[in-house]
Each structure stands twice: as C-alpha cells, then as structure tokens.
C-alpha cells in the first residue's frame, strides 16, 4: 500500500461533524488530543444523541448518558465545545434539511478544516458500512462548500464561511494522510474509555482493555505506512 503524507497543521480551527457519540473515538480523538494541544480549536458537532445504540436501553434514557458520556469524552482531549443536532438516530437521511443543518454549523464555527467519519459503502472488503455514516459522511462534504454560497440555505447559521480548507474523513478506506499519536495515544484510550455504558453493551472485556487494545492495533497497523510511528489516518479533501 502507498505511503500515507503527514496532515497540515498550518490551520487553527476544526469542526468535527458525526453521527453518533463514540464515533470520533475510535482513533480520531488520539489526533484531537495532539491538535488541542498545540494550541489549535476543535469543537465536537453530533447530528443524534445515539439514543439506538444500546440495545438494552431504551432510547429516552440511552440518549441523555450517551450525551453525557460524549462530553466527558471530549473533555479528555481538550474539547470543551459540543453540540447535537436531534437528528433521529439510525435514520439520518441525506438531503437538503441535514445539509442546511451542518452548513448553518460550518457558518458559525468558521473552521479551516472540517473532520467527519468514513462515508464509503464499505469499511473496506465487505465490512459494510451503516446508512448514518454513509449519509451524515456525504452530507459533510457537500455543506462544506453549501457554507461558503450565499445564496443556498440563505440566512442559515450566519453569514457564508468559504474558509474551508479541507474535509478531513476518518477511518476511511482510502485513506491518504495520517497524524503521528505516539505521545497522545493514550489520551485516545482515556477519551474512548469514557463511553463506558456503550462499550458495556458491545462487550464482556474490562473498557480500558478494549479500548487500549483496539487504538493499539489499529495505530500499529497504520505505523506500516508512516515510517514506523503509530497514526491515526485520514481521507484529505481539499477545496
């Protein structure tokens, strides 16, 4: 596989846009925590609450934890803004509410780059991907340039913010740039470890074991195509 390039950093604002709680977790949050700790802004954009996602809890209750635990998740990487959109969780749907949704977001945040989650079919092979990261993925990269046009979604989050710079997809499987996490993996295990009611649910394995074990192999695995350093990866639009 090709080598994967290094990630720009001469920018200073980010807005991380997913579907769910616990999505940026799964590797991009070790990035996060190297970003916020050089001084740069990232602020967490949520189009649901994740009140599906934990099968026994009922949404009404799984959604507020979730949120609660998407915070604290935050906060351990140095994210202090984040928000939730109230779109249904399991059946956000590409279209024109959801894209004037995130560009009246990309308007008021005014970042430089704009991170979300993979938007393929797959996740690679035939992993297949859900229909909200495929939808929300998609959604993502068309508000980015609906922000910067005045005249779509007029009046919507402000006035229009043609500053983005680059989309940056997460655990995408064509992926093209990375970010070194040698010094800021184990924030990443701290930040994942947060979801504990969710990874409850997923497995019988102690929470920081899986999560230590999981952020370990997939940064090792990516150290193959990044001279050695273990890195989070990244699909890079730029615009």
Not at 12 to 41: F, N, S
Not at 47 to 58: K, Y
Not at 62 to 75: D, H
Not at 156 to 168: D, I
Request: aromatic share 8%.
């Amino acid at each position: 596989m090709n080598p994967l390039e290094p990630m720009p950093d001469d920018w200073q604002r980010a807005l991380a846009i997913v579907a769910h709680p616990d999505d940026l977790e799964y590797g991009c949050a070790a990035a996060i925590a190297g970003w916020t700790g050089a001084g740069k802004h990232v602020a967490y954009l949520l189009a649901t609450r994740g009140e599906a996602g934990i099968d026994t809890l009922e949404p009404g209750k799984a959604g507020p934890l979730r949120e609660q635990e998407q915070r604290a998740s935050a906060a351990v990487v140095g994210v202090d803004v984040v928000e939730f959109l109230d779109h249904a969780d399991g059946v956000i749907t590409y279209g024109t509410r959801l894209r004037a949704d995130l560009a009246a977001a990309i308007r008021r945040h005014r970042p430089e780059l704009v991170i979300t989650l993979n938007h393929h079919d797959t996740w690679g092979g035939t992993s297949w991907n859900t229909p909200d990261h495929r939808d929300l993925g998609r959604a993502v990269l068309d508000a980015a340039g609906d922000a910067g046009n005045r005249w779509i979604f007029p009046g919507e989050g402000g006035e229009p913010w043609n500053g983005v710079r680059w989309v940056a997809v997460a655990a995408s499987p064509q992926a093209t740039h990375a970010v070194d996490v040698t010094d800021t993996l184990e924030l990443g295990v701290r930040s994942l470890v947060e979801h504990r009611a969710y990874i409850k649910a997923l497995t019988d394995q102690d929470p920081e074991d899986y999560a230590r074990e999981l952020l370990t192999g997939f940064a090792t695995r990516t150290a193959e195509r990044f001279g050695g350093r273990p890195a989070v990866t990244f699909e890079l639009f730029a615009r």
